[in-house]
Structures are given as C-alpha cells and as structure tokens.
C-alpha cells in the first residue's frame, strides 16, 4: 500500500471487478486505503488472484459472485458487502458489456443483455447501495465517451446504454445531493482490456494520442471522483480519451 491514503478506511462496492478496468479500479481504491467488496460473474480465479494481490499489497479486498442482470442478485451481493463492510462509502458501477452487430443483425436478447447489465444494474445498484450511505458517499457510474459521440457503425445499443448511464447520472445527482452524496459518470475511450482485445490497431487510428488508454488511467480518475477533494463535483460526466471525442 502507498503512503498516499486519501481512501483510508473508505468502504467501497465496485461491480465487475475481476478484470479490466473494474479490477483497475478496485486496486487502485485498495492502494489509497480503501476495503473494497468486488463483484464478478465468471471468473473466480481472476477475482482470487486479484483479492491475493490486493491483500499481499497490505490492502483488504473480497469478491461476491453475481450476475448484474439480475437484480435481486446485484442487490443482495450490496447487502452482504454492506454487512460485512459496515456500510458503504463508494459504489462504483463498472460491470458493463458490449455486442457488436449492425441493425439487421442485432438481436432481441442482445439488446435486452446490454441493458439489463449497463443500464438497468446500475439503477438498482444505485437504490441499494445508497440504503447503506451517509453524507459524503460517492456514487461512481462507469460510462463511455461513445455517450458523448459515435465513431463507428455497429455499436448503436451499447452507445445508447452508455448515453443513459450518463443521463441517469445527471438526473440521480440531483435525487442524491441533499443528503451529501454526489454521483458521476466516467466516459473512457478506448482502453486496453478484454473488451477490446484484438481490434487495437484498428481503434488507436481513431485516437489522436496515438494509444489506447491503460486501464489504471480511469481508474484513478474513478479514485479521486471518491476522495475527500471531489466533494463538490457532481452530476457530471468526465471523458478521458485522449482528444477521440474533443
Ligand atoms: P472487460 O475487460 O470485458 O471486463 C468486464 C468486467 O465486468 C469483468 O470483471 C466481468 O466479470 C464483469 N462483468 C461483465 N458482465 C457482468 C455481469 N453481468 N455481472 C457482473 N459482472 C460482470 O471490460 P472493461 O473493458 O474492463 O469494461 C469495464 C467497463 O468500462 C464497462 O462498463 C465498459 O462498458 C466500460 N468501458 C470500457 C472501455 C474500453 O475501451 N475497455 C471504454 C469505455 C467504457 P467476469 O470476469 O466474471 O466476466
């Protein structure tokens, strides 16, 4: 753990934590101090080796196993985490998935798939974490710079899950600031993880800085979103993609 522990004793609930950026994220929490609760859905072994990392660091971390298209699922994974944590300072919704396919092939339970998992859970994420916060809690919703813009044909639903996860977000921060909590979106451009394996080339050409981002550079943008100097940042939705959207 680094000296550096603006999180120190922070309680943190990530979605989709085992991998990408949403391991990125529960690292970076763990580092600044944080007892951060992840879940996953089907890799137990990346979420084990992740906790071990975490905990041979000096920082605390454990894994609930749940499906965030299934909201009675999601939500009690948030009661345990709550339990065992004490409460909840931090969510952070990451869990996302995306399906590629022009219109004509895009199918009825993809659709469903991609909202349930990037729209629908962190709604009803939102609703049980904030049960388990007092003032100060920070609500995180990871989003996407194709909430802002479209690049490419064949990512219609999942853009347009993104733009509702930056739009619930602009609309929960109002729900929530009365009682000191504040709740932000992330939009990442590309970023180096399982989600965009394998198409690299063909992304950085659309990205004036020339790379795609490392997942530990939204993380830590999602790390200072939940310290103590981002009090007053709310109900916004910062890009961080190296001038792919400016
Ligand atoms: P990833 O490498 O595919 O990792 C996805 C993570 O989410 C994994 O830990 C996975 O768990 C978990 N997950 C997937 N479906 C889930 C479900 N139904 N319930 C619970 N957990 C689930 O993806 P990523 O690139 O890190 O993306 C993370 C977030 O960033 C997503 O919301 C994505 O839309 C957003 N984002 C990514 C990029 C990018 O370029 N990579 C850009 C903008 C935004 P398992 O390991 O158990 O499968």
């Known amino acids: 753990m680094s000296a550096y522990?603006?999180?120190?004793?922070?309680?943190?609930?990530?979605?989709?934590?085992?991998?990408?950026?949403?391991?990125?994220?529960?690292?970076?929490l763990a580092e600044q101090g944080a007892h951060v609760a992840f879940t996953y859905t089907s890799s137990p072994d990346a979420a084990q080796?992740?906790?071990?990392?975490?905990?041979?660091?000096?920082?605390?971390?454990?894994?609930l196993q749940a499906d965030s298209a299934d909201v009675t699922s999601l939500q009690a994974a948030i009661r345990t985490a709550a339990e065992k944590l004490g409460g909840v300072d931090?969510?952070?919704?990451?869990?996302?998935?995306?399906?590629h396919a022009l219109i004509d092939d895009f199918t009825a339970s993809d659709f469903d798939r991609t909202i349930a998992v990037?729209?629908?859970?962190?709604?009803?994420?939102m609703q049980e974490a904030a049960r388990h916060m007092?003032?100060?809690?920070?609500?995180?919703?990871v989003s996407s710079n194709t909430a802002v813009s479209a690049r490419v044909p064949g990512s219609t639903v999942y853009?347009?899950?993104?733009?509702?996860?930056?739009?619930?977000?602009r609309s929960l921060a109002h729900e929530f600031a009365p009682r000191g909590i504040t709740v932000n979106a992330?939009?990442?451009?590309?970023?180096?993880?399982?989600?965009?394996?394998?198409?690299?080339?063909?992304?950085?050409?659309?990205?004036?800085?020339?790379r795609m981002?490392?997942?530990?550079?939204?993380?830590?943008?999602?790390?200072?979103?939940?310290?103590?100097d981002a009090g007053f940042i709310n109900g916004t939705g910062l890009t961080i993609d190296g001038a792919m959207t400016a």
Do not use: C, H
């Open 5 to 28: 522990l603006p999180l120190l004793d922070k309680r943190a609930v990530v979605t989709g934590g085992s991998r990408g950026i949403g391991a990125a994220i529960v690292r970076k």
């Open 134 to 141: 007092q003032a100060g809690g920070r609500v995180i919703n």
């Open 159 to 169: 853009g347009m899950s993104k733009s509702a996860v930056t739009a619930m977000t």
């Open 213 to 228: 981002a490392d997942a530990s550079e939204p993380a830590a943008l999602v790390a200072y979103l939940a310290g103590p």
């Open 49 to 63: 080796a992740l906790i071990d990392e975490v905990v041979a660091g000096g920082g605390k971390a454990f894994a």
């Open 118 to 125: 990037n729209v629908r859970a962190p709604f009803f994420a």
């Open 186 to 210: 992330i939009q990442p451009g590309p970023t180096r993880t399982d989600m965009t394996a394998g198409r690299e080339d063909y992304i950085i050409s659309m990205v004036p800085a020339g």
């Open 90 to 99: 931090i969510l952070v919704n990451n869990a996302g998935i995306i399906a």
